[in-house]
């Protein structure tokens, strides 16, 4: 996979319609960054993200 992503790949990545990319990321809910007009997402950033939606979940199931 690599680095940095398109919205498409993005989607296809964390499994979600690329509609839903877009709209996370125009609100700023996603970490992502507009390059030339076109949105671009780091990996990484995507991973710290996704680990962090997941701690509320987890915290209260202990």
Known sequence: MKEI?????????LS???RT???LAKNGDIP???VGGS???K???LDEWLS???APFS???R
């Open 16 to 18: 979600v319609h690329v």
């Open 52 to 54: 962090w939606r997941e």
């Open 32 to 34: 992502g960054r507009k």
């Open 39 to 41: 949105w671009r997402f």
């Open 21 to 23: 990319i877009y709209r």
């Open 59 to 61: 915290y209260g199931k």
């Open 5 to 13: 992503m398109t919205p498409r790949e993005a989607a296809e990545y």
């Open 43 to 45: 990996k990484d950033a």
